[in-house]
Nanobody, 123 residues
Framework: QVQLVESGGGLVQAGGSLRLSCTAS????????MAWFRQAPGKEREFVSA????????NYGDSVKGRFTISRDNGKNTVYLQMHSLKPEDTAVYYC????????????????WGQGTQVTVSS
């Protein structure tokens, strides 16, 4: 049974940093494309970042480029999202997702999802 468990969310002031973690069980993250999406109240779920299987190619949404970094620790079977220079508009529930091999920015193409972790950025 596949489980993705996010952690690391919380309340932070604008300009601050947070690191989100997504720990997987039932699938090896090194063989899957792992992604982060987010959903703010009243808005659609938005692609944030993804890292491909094996070669660790990464991709970022325009709104987070230069501020967020995705990485993977195969030994811990965990994917991270390091977030810097946070803005109030980054406030959302952040979800971890997995699909086989290749990055995709569309949520419908991901097979496994975590429950999400709340990130709140105060101004």
């Amino acid at each position: 049974q596949v489980q993705l468990v996010e952690s690391g969310g919380g309340l932070v002031q604008a300009g601050g940093s947070l690191r989100l973690s997504c720990t997987a069980s039932g699938l090896p993250v090194r063989h899957y494309a792992m992604a982060w999406f987010r959903q703010a109240p009243g808005k659609e779920r938005e692609f944030v970042s993804a890292i491909s299987a094996r070669i660790s190619q990464s991709n970022y949404g325009d709104s987070v480029k230069g501020r967020f970094t995705i990485s993977r620790d195969n030994g811990k079977n965990t994917v991270y999202l390091q977030m810097h220079s946070l803005k109030p508009e980054d406030t959302a529930v952040y979800y971890c997702a997995a699909r086989t091999l290749y990055i995709n920015v569309e949520e419908l193409n991901y097979d496994y999802w975590g429950q999400g972790t709340q990130v709140t950025v105060s101004s």
